[in-house]
């Protein structure tokens, strides 16, 4: 245990800075979009790929730098992850500040921050567990405090996207550079990695042992990622939702529309906190709490279209799915973590990440393609859906025993 002792309070605060930084990242820009929509002349469509882009550089990256995070070290991988978040978030303000047409160019700094959330927020799972090696509980503990620390930037992101906006419409894109600095430096300085005491794996090797893991629990781990690309395409589907109908129905701009906004959010964010203190490691507590949260998504998903207009009810039942969301992000997190050897952990880790980015990514233009025609069914099918997930569970995920992925035959 004397590794878990040199984990110190400021290292988890480092951790914990990194999915906040990321998460304002893009967050952020959420409540500001019908602004950009507006200073650069472009559709709701094109707005909403502001979002998506950053999702999609993240999507197909993330994989590669998971297994470069096994191989070379997490801290390799994460301080030149959190420079591109940096550079790309100067390129998008540079672009918006001095030029007639900067969509392209924001797209493109975009993309870069995508690439440095690709290598950053996904590797502290892994990073976590690495820490506090076989303790379940610490692992359960610092996880949720790592998944609290994105849900409270959730909150504080429209907040900030609003005030930042109300004072110079581009200045969230350079507040995202401000934020990655100062995380830079606490990874510098605060994060200690474990040194490596096996060599890494060759990528033969490696992915013989990957396909054994998929061979052996596929689907569990098929479960828990689609419930994560479920529940982000949900938040981020009804955060644009808000968003657009903050202002056009209920008339609420600025700094006072960010503090609505939070509303829900913040909901989320405490559920994830208590999720993360009370599932100990424990898989049967695990699977009732996904299970319970589903259930709520199925039923509260579906009447959101159908409280458009009424902005208390609304509100309220955003707060529960918040809630559902909120108590599921930290549970699938230590599912995965908890149930992976070190050496495929940065992988699978990273994969299941892509998978949640997935679902950030396709919320938004979905939203805006059906907000016209078809936004009440849209919320209805995404309710219905969750019943299939919660069959898979009933299946796919055992709470008999806690079983580890073995090596693929062949492999030493």
């Known amino acids: 245990m004397n590794d878990q002792s040199k984990v110190s309070n400021w290292c988890v605060v480092s951790m914990a800075s990194i999915p906040l930084v990321m998460t304002l990242g893009n967050s952020m820009l959420i409540p500001v979009l019908p602004i950009f929509e507006k200073k650069v002349g472009i559709s709701s469509f094109q707005t909403s790929m502001i979002i998506t882009s950053y999702s999609i550089a993240s ?33 998008a303000g540079y672009a918006s500040w001095k030029m007639s047409d900067p969509f392209l160019w924001i797209i493109i700094g975009r993309v870069l921050q995508g690439i440095g959330a690709a290598g950053a927020a996904p590797i ?45 419409w581009f200045l969230p894109f350079f507040s995202i550079s401000f934020f990655s600095l100062i995380s830079i430096l606490l990874v510098i300085f605060f994060i200690k990695v474990p040194k490596k005491k096996d060599t890494p794996m060759e990528l033969k090797e490696f992915i013989q042992k990957t396909k054994g893991i998929f061979k052996e629990h596929g689907k569990w781990i098929f479960t828990v990622f689609t419930i994560g690309a479920y529940v982000m395409l949900v938040l981020f589907g009804i955060l644009f939702y808000l968003s657009d109908s903050f202002e056009k129905i209920h008339h609420l701009y600025g700094v006072k529309k960010g503090f609505v906004l939070a509303i829900p959010l ?36 579906p009447f959101v279209g159908f409280l458009r207009d009424q902005l208390v009810f609304l509100l309220c039942l955003t707060g529960f799915i918040g809630i559902a969301i909120g108590a599921l992000l930290p549970t699938l997190d230590a599912l995965i973590t908890e149930n992976i050897e070190k050496e495929e952990r940065g992988t699978i880790s990273s994969l299941y990440s892509s998978s949640r980015f997935i679902g950030v990514a396709a919320g938004p233009p979905l939203v805006s393609l059906v907000m016209k025609n078809g936004l009440n069914v849209s919320f209805i099918g995404a309710g219905l859906f969750a019943v299939i997930i919660i069959a898979l569970v009933m299946f796919w995920i055992h709470t008999n025993e806690k079983k580890k992925p073995q090596p693929a035959e062949g492999s030493s």
């Open 266 to 301: 913040l909901a989320l964010c405490i559920a994830s906190y208590i999720s993360g203190k009370n599932i100990k490691g424990n898989v049967k507590i695990m699977k009732g709490i996904i299970l319970g949260c589903l259930a709520i998504l199925t039923l509260c998903v």
């Open 59 to 91: 999507i197909f990256l993330i994989p590669i730098a998971g297994y470069l995070s096994d191989r070379f070290g997490r801290k390799m991988v994460i301080l030149p992850s959190l420079v591109f978040s940096l550079i790309g978030g100067l390129i």
């Open 124 to 168: 502290i799972l892994p990073l976590v567990g690495d820490l506090y090696k076989d303790d379940d509980e610490k692992t359960s503990s610092c996880l949720g405090i790592i998944e609290t620390s994105n849900t409270f930037g959730k909150v504080l992101s429209p907040i900030l996207g609003a005030a930042f906006a109300a004072f110079l």
